[in-house]
């Protein structure tokens, strides 16, 4: 059979324990603006090329 979980409140020692841990800090998301300037650059390229061949 499976330990069951352990209840903090059970002692005083594992409540303090539990009570004074710090919680993990957030990762930010990645900065999505690299890609988007990548795509403008990218189209702005093409769009340049395709001119540049019709004319």
Do not use: C, K
Not at 31 to 37: D, E, K, Q, V, Y
């Amino acid at each position: 059979m499976s330990n069951p979980p352990a209840d903090p409140s059970g002692n005083t020692e594992a409540f303090r324990a539990y009570v004074h841990q710090q919680p993990e800090p957030a990762t930010p998301a990645p900065s999505r603006r690299p890609l988007i300037i990548a795509i403008a650059v990218a189209a702005v390229v093409v769009i340049a090329l395709i001119i540049w061949l019709v004319s």
